[in-house]
């Protein structure tokens, strides 16, 4: 009985430090939001020539990945300095800021 209550108490521990956590993610994943929508990035279904007229060369274009089959096809990704551009194929799919809160800071350590 007594270990019983340790574990119960340990577990409504564990439950309230991973809300304050749950919360945090929350609200950093709406400051971003709120922080791409005042930038001005590339939209969806620009093509890369117009991405690339508009914002410039990248810093680096990472390989590309899929391409396999119709149910993964092939994406593209492009880094800039502050954001990073997802193509399907030729066309922008997503963009997305370049911060440690997304943990995308280095596109290029992902395979």
Same mark, same amino acid.
């Given at each position: 009985?007594?270990?019983?209550? @340790?574990?119960?108490?340990?577990?409504?521990? !564990?439950?309230?430090?991973?809300?304050?956590?749950?919360?945090?993610a929350? +609200? !950093? !994943?709406? +400051?971003?939001v709120?922080?791409?929508?005042?930038?001005?990035?590339?939209?969806?279904?620009?093509?890369?020539?117009?991405?690339?007229?508009?914002?410039?060369?990248p810093?680096?274009?990472?390989? $590309?990945?899929?391409?396999?089959?119709?149910?993964?096809?092939?994406?593209?990704?492009?880094?800039?300095?502050?954001?990073? /551009?997802?193509?399907?194929?030729?066309?922008? @799919?997503?963009? /997305?800021?370049?911060?440690?809160?997304?943990? +995308?800071t280095? $596109?290029?350590?992902? +395979?």
């Open positions: 009985m007594k270990t019983y209550r @340790i574990r119960l108490g340990l577990a409504a521990l !564990l439950a309230l430090a991973v809300v304050p956590a749950a919360a945090q929350d +609200n !950093l !994943l709406i +400051n971003r709120q922080q791409e929508k005042g930038m001005n990035l590339p939209s969806r279904g620009m093509t890369m020539s117009q991405v690339e007229k508009q914002f410039g060369a810093q680096r274009k990472l390989s $590309p990945r899929g391409g396999d089959s119709a149910k993964h096809p092939l994406i593209n990704r492009w880094d800039y300095s502050n954001f990073i /551009v997802y193509f399907e194929h030729s066309h922008v @799919i997503h963009s /997305v800021l370049n911060t440690p809160a997304g943990n +995308n280095n $596109p290029a350590a992902v +395979n």
